[in-house]
């Protein structure tokens, strides 16, 4: 996928000079870190997408919050740039869980109070209570830390160099994120794939009137599915935190637009297609931002999207999903 961005951004002759070269490798270790954050945060649309077949807007303010909470757990476990190294680990890791709680907890009530008792209702209405939860919880950020963008301590030194790879240098903020990342992902595929819950979770996805007919709960295994993608969001948003040393309100609009047409891309309801998505977008805006400039980059986002959705309705790993009874 990444051969058919270079041509529109990058010059044949630009990629015979090594010069060259290493600037396409630094755009995309850029992207491959950006878009490390948008897959876990496109996995929460495409699960809640795959197993009830609604757009869930407000997950983008979910991910908000919870870089909102992990800044503000920062001063409580007295995280500073001068903390050392064992305490900066130990205390991250336990934002990461208390972060990912929180955001689970929420994105499990929103379901709770928003979503379940609209369950037989025209799919309008639910779409329509998720934009409304996504205004609400963008004027709490408001009320939390006001309308401006607020600099956030840089904890682990985002853009220290690290280390080189052929001359791509690789600083601690592309580390983290990726780092982070992938382990969590590893786990969300091993535990949908081999878990009990997770294949309940495949089945309602499929079925949900034949999921209970087989004795699976629907309700409780669609509660889990918001429980783990918002789990997802929160530590998404402590890496976004850490990466971007900023946070504010709005950032959860811009997310959740870019991870929605990341699981988009990839397939809604395939967790593969949202990581591949996320991945791809961050690469493509990388190149964007470098070559032709950020102000251009949410076109050509969306001109590759109208571009896959054109030749591949379904999404790059899209699969057949049930219709609507």
């Given at each position: 996928?990444?051969?058919?961005?270079?041509?529109?951004?990058?010059?044949?002759?630009?990629?015979?000079?090594?010069?060259?070269?290493?600037?396409?490798?630094?755009?995309?270790?850029?992207?491959?870190?950006?878009?490390?954050?948008?897959?876990?945060?496109?996995?929460?649309?495409?699960?809640?997408?795959?197993?009830?077949?609604?757009?869930?807007?407000?997950?983008?303010?979910?991910?908000?919050?919870?870089?909102?909470?992990?800044?503000?757990?920062?001063?409580?476990?007295?995280?500073?740039?001068?903390?050392?190294?064992?305490?900066?680990?130990?205390?991250?890791?336990?934002?990461?869980?208390?972060?990912?709680?929180?955001?689970?907890?929420?994105?499990?009530?929103?379901?709770?109070?928003?979503?379940?008792?609209?369950?037989?209702?025209?799919?309008?209405?639910?779409?329509?209570?998720?934009?409304?939860?996504?205004?609400?919880?963008?004027?709490v950020g408001v009320l939390w830390n006001g309308?401006?963008?607020?600099?956030?301590?840089?904890?682990?030194?985002?853009?220290?160099?690290?280390?080189?790879?052929?001359?791509?240098?690789?600083?601690?903020?592309?580390?983290?994120?990726?780092?982070?990342?992938?382990?969590?992902?590893?786990?969300?595929?091993?535990?949908?794939?081999?878990?009990?819950?997770?294949?309940?979770?495949?089945?309602?996805?499929?079925?949900?009137?034949?999921?209970?007919?087989?004795?699976?709960?629907?309700?409780?295994?669609?509660?889990?599915?918001?429980?783990?993608?918002?789990?997802?969001?929160?530590?998404?948003?402590?890496?976004?935190?850490?990466y971007q040393t900023q946070i504010w309100y709005?950032?959860?609009?811009?997310?959740?637009?870019?991870?929605?047409?990341?699981?988009?891309?990839?397939?809604?309801?395939?967790?593969?297609?949202?990581?591949?998505?996320?991945?791809?977008?961050?690469?493509?805006?990388?190149?964007?931002?470098?070559?032709?400039?950020?102000?251009?980059?949410?076109?050509?986002?969306?001109?590759?999207?109208?571009?896959?959705?054109?030749?591949?309705?379904?999404?790059?790993?899209?699969?057949?999903?049930?219709?609507?009874?």
């Amino acid at each position: 996928m990444v051969l058919l961005i270079l041509p529109v951004v990058y010059g044949i002759h630009d990629i015979r000079h090594y010069h060259s070269l290493t600037r396409l490798f630094t755009d995309i270790k850029n992207g491959l870190s950006n878009g490390s954050i948008w897959a876990l945060v496109a996995l929460g649309y495409t699960m809640v997408y795959g197993i009830i077949e609604l757009i869930n807007f407000a997950h983008g303010d979910v991910f908000m919050i919870g870089s909102f909470a992990a800044v503000g757990l920062w001063s409580t476990f007295g995280l500073t740039t001068s903390t050392g190294v064992a305490g900066l680990a130990a205390g991250l890791l336990a934002v990461l869980v208390i972060s990912a709680f929180a955001c689970a907890f929420l994105n499990s009530l929103i379901e709770r109070v928003a979503y379940r008792p609209l369950r037989g209702a025209p799919k309008l209405a639910p779409l329509i209570t998720a934009v409304g939860f996504s205004f609400i919880l963008e004027n709490v950020g408001v009320l939390w830390n006001g309308g401006a963008q607020q600099p956030v301590p840089d904890l682990i030194n985002s853009q220290q160099h690290l280390f080189s790879i052929g001359g791509v240098d690789v600083q601690n903020g592309d580390v983290l994120a990726i780092a982070a990342a992938i382990p969590l992902l590893i786990l969300l595929a091993g535990f949908v794939a081999n878990s009990r819950l997770g294949k309940a979770m495949r089945a309602t996805a499929q079925d949900p009137e034949a999921a209970r007919l087989m004795g699976i709960n629907v309700d409780t295994t669609i509660s889990a599915t918001f429980v783990i993608g918002g789990a997802l969001a929160g530590a998404a948003g402590l890496i976004y935190a850490l990466y971007q040393t900023q946070i504010w309100y709005f950032q959860g609009f811009t997310a959740g637009l870019i991870a929605f047409t990341a699981a988009v891309m990839g397939g809604i309801g395939n967790l593969r297609g949202a990581v591949l998505g996320g991945i791809i977008i961050g690469i493509i805006q990388s190149i964007s931002d470098d070559r032709i400039g950020s102000a251009w980059t949410p076109a050509v986002v969306f001109a590759y999207l109208v571009l896959i959705m054109v030749f591949r309705p379904q999404g790059l790993l899209g699969e057949e999903t049930r219709e609507a009874g």
